[in-house]
Structures are given as structure tokens and as C-alpha cells.
T-cell receptor, first 115, second 116 residues
């Protein structure tokens, strides 16, 4: 079975500091995408970053970057220079190419930003 | 671009009645739409996958007759909760995907359903 595991239900970080959210997944497929989504209090799902499994280079989007370890099936999100607006629930997600395209979500990590 | 809307954003209905939730892709054509349910402080649970012009594919454990999904056009999918009960109260989210690259999925803002 395909699973996505986020082992940290909640995390806190001081404003302007760096925080890393963990995610591991289990799959026997070779072609897939990994995502981090942010869900703020408004509950609108926002795509933070995307990683194609065939790419070795880690994706980066401004203050957000990932550490993708394919062999270890690990996909962590690093947020640099944390801002108050980063406070949200973060979901790690997995999507298989050419296979019904359903996204499998982890249970989420609630991130608190301390001023 | 790539905006998905949902209507209504919040609905209260009485037990036993039916309620319809609309999901629209405003600036692109969505060959596939997905419906999710999210309980408080929990993750998104996929309910069904909806393809334009064909029957929806429901996930295991989701009652087809209770959650009716219609994808009548490339920009509109609807979820009807029939004979609603208090346990159906939840947050319902849709997402829409373009045909060319289904990994581009765009989420609607969600609909909060409260059944009294």
C-alpha cells in the first residue's frame, strides 16, 4: 500500500528561524510526484513546492526548499526565515504518474510561529 | 490563473434534506475533478474522482447513493449530499486537474456543511 507519514503532529519555530518538517513515504513505483501543501486557517489548500521523483536536484521556492532522498523515501521541507504568515497546517502528498492521479496526503504537521 | 471556486462556502441544512455543492474551474477546463472530505484537525480524505461526461469513481467506503457527483461540463462538478444527517457535517473540498498534466491540481476554498 502507498502511504505518506508525517511523524510530527505539531512544531513551533521562532520567527526568522529555520524549521524542517519531516515526511516519509512508501511506494514501489518509480514515477511519482511529491508535494508540500499549506493549509492556513482559511483552509484554502496552497501548493508550496513540488518535486518530480526523476529529478535528483532538490526543488526550491524562495524560502522553501526540500531534501528529497529517493532511496530513503524521505521528503522533508525546510522553511528558512520563518514568518508569521507561515503558520499553518502542512501536508506532505504523493501523486503517481499515469495511475488515476489520486493524491495521497499525510496527516499533516501544524506549524506555529513564535513572535 | 488556475482558480477553482466552490459554492456555497458555508451551508446549514436540516437533517433529511439534500444539499448541493458546486465546484467550478474559472479559467481553465478541468477534465478531472476530485472531491475530498476533511474532518476538524484531520487530513483530506478523497471521496471520489469525477471525469467530465462519465460516472464518478468512488473510494472504498463512500456511499454512492448518498454522495451524488455530477461532472456535466469541463468547468463544473457538483456534489449532492442526499438525506443529510448530522454525521455528514464536515468540510468538503474539491480540486480540479487539467487533462494535459494531471499533477497540476488546483484546490477550491472548501464548503463547510452543518447538518442540524
Amino acid at each position: 500500500a502507498q502511504t505518506v507519514t508525517q511523524s510530527q503532529p505539531e512544531m513551533s519555530v521562532q520567527e526568522a528561524e529555520t524549521v524542517t518538517l519531516s515526511c516519509t513515504y512508501d511506494t514501489s513505483e518509480s514515477d511519482y510526484y511529491l508535494f508540500w501543501y499549506k493549509q492556513p486557517p482559511s483552509r484554502q489548500m496552497i501548493l508550496v513546492i513540488r518535486q518530480e521523483a526523476y529529478k535528483q536536484q532538490n526543488a526550491t521556492e524562495n524560502r522553501f526548499s526540500v531534501n528529497f532522498q529517493k532511496a530513503a523515501k524521505s521528503f522533508s521541507l525546510k522553511i528558512s526565515d520563518s514568518q508569521l504568515g507561515d503558520a499553518a497546517m502542512y501536508f506532505c502528498a504523493l501523486l503517481f504518474m499515469n495511475r488515476d492521479d489520486k493524491i495521497i496526503f499525510g496527516k499533516g504537521t501544524r506549524l506555529h510561529i513564535l513572535p | 490563473g488556475a482558480v477553482v471556486s466552490q459554492h456555497p462556502s458555508w451551508v446549514i441544512c436540516k437533517s433529511g434534506t439534500s444539499v448541493k455543492i458546486e465546484c467550478r474551474s474559472l479559467d481553465f477546463q478541468a477534465t478531472t475533478m476530485f472531491w475530498y472530505r476533511q474532518f476538524p484537525k484531520q487530513s483530506l480524505m478523497l471521496m471520489a474522482t469525477s471525469n467530465e461526461g462519465s460516472k464518478a469513481t468512488y473510494e472504498q467506503g463512500v456511499e454512492k447513493d448518498k454522495f451524488l457527483i455530477n461532472h456535466a461540463s469541463l468547468t463544473l462538478s457538483t456534489l449532492t449530499v442526499t438525506s443529510a444527517h448530522p454525521e455528514d457535517s464536515s468540510f468538503y473540498i474539491c480540486s480540479a486537474a487539467t487533462g494535459g498534466s494531471l499533477y497540476e491540481q488546483y484546490f477550491g476554498p472548501g464548503t463547510r456543511l452543518t447538518v442540524t
